[in-house]
């Protein structure tokens, strides 16, 4: 049941849209990450017909161009990108002010300019966007035309790169939380890597698999010590103490997901066991989701006592 409403959620939950400062039409979340006015401005240079000719588009450019004959026999743009990591990609195409196309169909094809994949219609109105997980860096190219001869114009294509994942992407780099402080941490999962699942092989300890995007933490705490940690996060998130990363599933001392997006993962007073080094993995429900997110709390840790008689104060004197 806990998946079902899922999607209702998200859509009561949708992030207030931007708006293209020349068009005035709503930026799919695509652009949010380089808003148009961010953006460098350059322009499309004939011929271009081919990966050969292909224009160079970088991550920080919007690219200008136009369609001049439409359809599958008409001009088709081409456009190179470099990429240098793997992660989810995107090429995208969205009006140009007045005069605009419309209505584009783009392409997507790897370094030996092989096709791999295809779009219509996925971006604002007619525009299409292309997603794309890059699984090797290097040399990409992009083709837009328009859907028929009876569309001509301007448009705009433009990219948005994969991004290095955040040093504590996994358990080796895992960022120290202390014990008795405060925990207040914001941050995002979307430029991680889906590293752990506490359901592969299984059983989960969250009750789920979690093959989202994840973030990890640690703390080394003595004996005595109780988690508090209360976990936020714009995807569906799962949370999971371990004490070794290479076998989430085998050292999980425990877990949560029992909500769904941008709901609140809790582990309330959760007597630790043992004294160790134990690893704290923010993770995602959804297959190759990310999001933003919050996680406060403590790690208490007993505070060492030292006892003293009068008798012992005494000795430190003879």
């Known amino acids: 049941m806990k998946r079902i409403l899922v999607l209702a959620i998200g859509l009561a939950f949708a992030v207030p849209v931007l708006a293209d400062p020349i068009t005035g039409v709503e930026e799919k979340p695509w652009s949010y990450s380089i808003p148009f006015t961010s953006r460098g401005d350059v322009y499309e240079v004939e011929p271009n017909g081919s990966c050969a000719t292909a224009n160079p588009l970088a991550c920080t450019d919007v690219m200008h161009a136009v369609i001049s004959t439409g359809g599958t026999g008409g001009d088709w743009d081409y456009f190179q990108f470099t990429i240098t990591t793997s992660g989810s990609f995107q090429f995208g195409t969205d009006a140009d002010g007045t005069g605009s196309v419309g209505d584009?169909?783009?392409?997507?094809?790897?370094?030996?300019?092989?096709?791999?994949?295809?779009?219509?219609?996925?971006?604002?109105?007619?525009?299409?966007?292309?997603?794309?997980?890059?699984?090797?860096?290097?040399?990409?190219?992009?083709?837009?035309?328009?859907?028929?001869?009876?569309?001509?114009?301007?448009?705009?294509?433009?990219?948005?790169?994969?991004?290095?994942?955040?040093?504590?992407?996994?358990?080796?780099?895992a960022i120290e939380i202390l014990c008795n402080t405060t925990i207040n941490i914001s941050g995002s999962?979307?430029?991680?890597?889906?590293?752990?699942?506490?359901?592969?092989?299984?059983?989960?300890?969250?009750?789920?698999?979690a093959a989202g995007k994840d973030v990890t933490y640690k703390f080394t705490v003595p004996a005595g010590s109780v988690a508090n940690l209360n976990y936020t996060s714009s995807a569906d998130g799962s949370v999971y103490i371990v004490t070794d990363c290479s076998n989430v599933t085998g050292t999980c001392v425990i877990g949560e997901d029992s909500t769904y997006t941008g709901g609140?993962?809790?582990?309330?007073?959760?007597?630790?066991?043992?004294?160790?080094?134990?690893?704290l993995i923010l993770d995602n429900y959804g297959t190759g989701v990310g999001g933003t997110f919050t996680l406060t709390g403590m790690i208490t840790c007993p505070t060492a006592t030292e006892e003293t008689s009068w008798g012992q104060v005494k000795t430190l004197y003879r």
């Open 104 to 173: 584009t169909y783009i392409y997507l094809y790897n370094s030996s300019c092989v096709q791999i994949a295809f779009d219509d219609d996925s971006g604002p109105g007619l525009y299409s966007l292309i997603t794309y997980n890059i699984t090797t860096p290097g040399t990409y190219y992009g083709a837009v035309r328009s859907y028929s001869s009876s569309y001509t114009g301007k448009y705009k294509a433009f990219i948005v790169c994969p991004q290095p994942p955040p040093p504590n992407d996994r358990c080796e780099g």
């Open 189 to 209: 999962t979307m430029s991680a890597i889906n590293d752990y699942d506490p359901g592969v092989p299984g059983p989960s300890c969250t009750r789920f698999t």
């Open 264 to 279: 609140l993962e809790d582990i309330e007073n959760f007597a630790l066991p043992g004294a160790n080094t134990y690893y």
